[in-house]
C-alpha cells in the first residue's frame, strides 16, 4: 500500500516563500499530496503572509516555522528550494531526495509604503502559486512516481 507524497518547500526563515507555498499546495492539491515547509535558518511566520493568503482564502495561520532537520528523520519525497540561498546549502540531501530550485524573491525584503510592500506580498504569492498550479498541471515533474509506504 502506497501513501501519499510529501513535498516540503525549503527557505531559508521559513516565514513567507515556503509558508506560502506549503499552504497554496495543500489548498491546489488536496489529499493528493503532503505538503510541508521548512527553513535553514528559520524564524516566525511572517504576519503579512497570514493576510495576503487570507485574501485568496487560504488559511496558513496554524503552520509554523521549523527547521530542515525537524523533516529529515521521516524525509519528504522532494523538496522544492524557493529561494536560491537555501538551494545552496543544500546541495545534498539524505537518502537522495529530489531537490528542486524555484527562487523567487523574498517579500520580507520589500521596503517603501505599506501598499508597496503589500503588493510585494501579493506579487510573491501569486508567482508561488501560479508556478505551483502549472507544476500540478504537468504531472508534479520531480515527484518520484513510486512512493513507498512509510
Known amino acids: ?18 509558508q ?3 499552504g497554496w499546495l ?4 488536496g489529499r493528493r499530496l503532503e505538503s510541508l515547509s521548512a527553513g535553514t535558518q528559520p524564524t516566525r511566520l511572517h504576519p503579512r503572509v497570514v493576510g495576503v493568503m487570507a ?23 522532494l523538496v522544492i528550494a524557493v529561494c536560491s540561498a537555501a538551494a545552496a546549502r543544500c546541495t545534498s540531501l539524505p537518502g537522495r531526495i529530489p531537490l528542486l530550485s ?16 503589500l503588493r ?3 506579487a510573491v504569492r501569486d508567482a508561488i502559486g501560479e508556478r505551483l ?6 504531472g508534479c515533474p520531480g515527484l518520484p512516481r513510486d512512493v513507498p509506504p512509510r
Open 120 to 122: 510585494a506580498f501579493r
Open 55 to 77: 485574501e485568496v482564502g487560504i488559511d496558513v495561520s496554524r503552520q509554523t516555522s521549523d527547521p530542515l532537520e525537524a523533516h529529515l528523520e521521516d524525509p519528504p519525497d
Open 133 to 138: 498550479r502549472a507544476w500540478l498541471a504537468a
Open 1 to 18: 500500500m502506497s501513501r501519499k507524497p510529501r513535498v516540503l518547500f525549503l527557505c531559508t526563515a521559513n516565514a513567507c516563500r515556503s
Open 20 to 22: 506560502m507555498a506549503e
Open 102 to 117: 524555484w527562487p523567487f524573491e523574498d517579500p520580507a525584503d520589500a521596503r517603501g509604503s505599506e501598499l508597496e510592500v
Open 26 to 29: 495543500r489548498h491546489l492539491a
